[in-house]
């Protein structure tokens, strides 16, 4: 969806919908103010009847309110005033965006970003509402034959400010909210993948092509060959029983001063894992797909780290494997021996994640790094 920021005279704002918030009581916010005294109470005697008394989660669609440009008026209910909080007002803000894209309008301008929410900095109220309407849109369809579309989607989003000085503010919270946005949509769209898309190869070849799209990015991939060199005994023993060769991906940012030690973040990338010898029940091991989102939030990360150019070293590392049963696989009482030299008895095969982070761990101690 395509976002920008407007200001001026909200009555006079051109949209198919104009969003505005209302507290409990039918007391309105202030940027609904505007509208009802522009409209000669027309907000106010339209509560009245009964349809809404701002309790949190309702929602209200007017049409051809009288003295504004807009086509409608979408009016949310806020609950207390007093009791506003990031919560009530992500739920508010999800509910407008669902429904105006259900086919209400193509482009809106949301303008609650007047109201006051009691952990949710003013600074920041521009960048979490970008965050959150792209949560509320969003949708796995990759491995889909056939995705039916919607008639009318809401394509654009438009934050109002009331105060023209808040522009520069609200303009760099509007592009932290896309990057962030930007790195969670990775995060889930990898995590979603199923095990025969998303294997270490894969996860591998996509850390390479975000390498290739960020200069100040470095990607290297270690190869089980070059692992075996540095004594990753932990993580190998792992891969053993599959036939995807595991990899250690390394993601290079170098934001920062040349000496300034990297912040490195280390995701375990276990791309499905049946628990191996010691198999998983099979009710829900569809999902240990997802048992790859450690490592799928650090390609996010540094995703959003690299669309918001950060000013710090950060390094991901991502050690990535599947964990299945085979004749080759780990058994329950072997013992393997981890980078740091430390040997390791394997109780339980389903312990994978520990033995493939601990040797990514050791590896990441080259970095010199500031915080793990």
């Given at each position: 969806m395509?976002?920008?920021?407007?200001?001026?005279?909200?009555?006079?704002?051109?949209?198919a919908?104009?969003?505005?918030?209302?507290?409990?009581?039918?007391?309105?916010?202030?940027?609904?103010?505007?509208?009802?005294?522009?409209?000669?109470?027309?907000?106010?005697?339209?509560?009245?009847?009964g349809?809404?008394?701002?309790?949190?989660?309702?929602?209200?669609?007017?049409?051809?309110v009288?003295?504004?440009q807009?086509?409608?008026?979408?009016?949310?209910?806020?609950g207390?005033?007093?009791?506003?909080?990031?919560?009530?007002?992500?739920?508010?803000?999800?509910?407008?965006?669902?429904?105006?894209?259900?086919?209400?309008?193509?482009?809106?301008?949301w303008?609650?970003?007047?109201?006051?929410?009691?952990?949710?900095?003013?600074?920041g109220?521009?960048?979490?509402?970008?965050?959150?309407?792209?949560?509320?849109?969003?949708?796995?369809?990759e491995?889909?034959?056939?995705?039916?579309?919607?008639?009318?989607?809401?394509?654009?989003?438009?934050?109002?400010?009331?105060?023209?000085?808040?522009?520069?503010?609200?303009?760099?919270?509007?592009?932290?909210?896309?990057?962030?946005?930007?790195?969670?949509?990775?995060?889930?769209?990898?995590?979603?993948?199923?095990g025969?898309?998303?294997?270490?190869?894969?996860?591998?070849d996509?850390?390479?092509?975000?390498?290739?799209?960020?200069?100040?990015?470095?990607?290297?991939?270690?190869?089980?060959?070059?692992?075996?060199?540095?004594?990753?005994?932990?993580?190998?023993?792992?891969?053993?029983?599959?036939?995807?060769?595991?990899?250690?991906?390394?993601?290079?940012?170098?934001?920062?001063?040349?000496?300034?030690?990297?912040?490195?973040?280390?995701?375990?990338?276990?791309t499905?894992?049946?628990?191996?010898?010691?198999?998983?029940?099979?009710?829900?091991?569809?999902?240990?797909?997802?048992?790859?989102?450690?490592?799928?939030?650090?390609?996010?990360?540094?995703?959003?780290c690299?669309?918001?150019?950060?000013?710090?070293?950060?390094?991901?590392?991502?050690?990535?494997?599947?964990?299945?049963?085979?004749?080759?696989?780990?058994?329950?009482?072997?013992?393997?021996?981890?980078?740091?030299?430390?040997?390791?008895?394997?109780?339980n095969?389903?312990?994978?994640?520990?033995?493939?982070?601990?040797?990514?761990?050791?590896?990441?101690?080259?970095?010199?790094?500031?915080?793990?």
């Open positions: 395509e976002y920008s920021i407007k200001t001026g005279d909200l009555t006079k704002q051109r949209t919908c104009l969003i505005l918030g209302v507290f409990a009581r039918r007391q309105l916010s202030p940027s609904a103010l505007l509208v009802d005294k522009a409209s000669k109470g027309h907000l106010k005697e339209i509560l009245k009847r349809d809404m008394n701002g309790e949190s989660g309702q929602q209200l669609m007017l049409y051809d009288p003295g504004i807009a086509e409608r008026v979408l009016l949310l209910g806020l207390k005033a007093s009791e506003l909080n990031r919560k009530r007002y992500m739920k508010a803000l999800t509910a407008s965006i669902k429904s105006l894209n259900e086919g209400h309008a193509i482009e809106a301008v303008g609650l970003c007047d109201v006051a929410v009691s952990n949710i900095p003013e600074a109220i521009v960048r979490e509402t970008i965050v959150q309407s792209e949560e509320s849109l969003y949708q796995f369809s491995t889909k034959s056939s995705v039916k579309k919607r008639q009318r989607p809401l394509k654009r989003l438009a934050v109002w400010l009331a105060d023209r000085r808040q522009l520069k503010t609200a303009q760099k919270g509007l592009q932290q909210g896309k990057a962030i946005a930007k790195g969670i949509k990775l995060t889930k769209d990898l995590g979603n993948l199923p025969n898309y998303c294997t270490p190869s894969y996860l591998a996509q850390a390479r092509k975000l390498g290739r799209s960020h200069d100040k990015l470095k990607v290297q991939v270690l190869e089980e060959k070059q692992m075996e060199k540095l004594g990753m005994g932990a993580l190998l023993s792992v891969s053993r029983g599959s036939r995807q060769p595991a990899k250690l991906i390394i993601m290079n940012y170098q934001g920062g001063k040349a000496d300034a030690k990297p912040v490195v973040l280390v995701g375990k990338g276990l499905f894992d049946a628990g191996g010898i010691s198999l998983k029940p099979a009710a829900a091991m569809d999902e240990m797909k997802y048992d790859m989102c450690g490592g799928a939030s650090v390609f996010g990360t540094m995703m959003a690299l669309e918001m150019d950060l000013p710090i070293n950060l390094i991901g590392v991502v050690p990535s494997s599947e964990n299945l049963p085979d004749g080759d696989a780990n058994k329950p009482g072997d013992v393997v021996t981890s980078m740091s030299g430390q040997t390791i008895e394997v109780l095969t389903d312990a994978e994640g520990r033995l493939i982070l601990c040797d990514a761990l050791t590896y990441s101690e080259r970095f010199n790094p500031a915080t793990v």
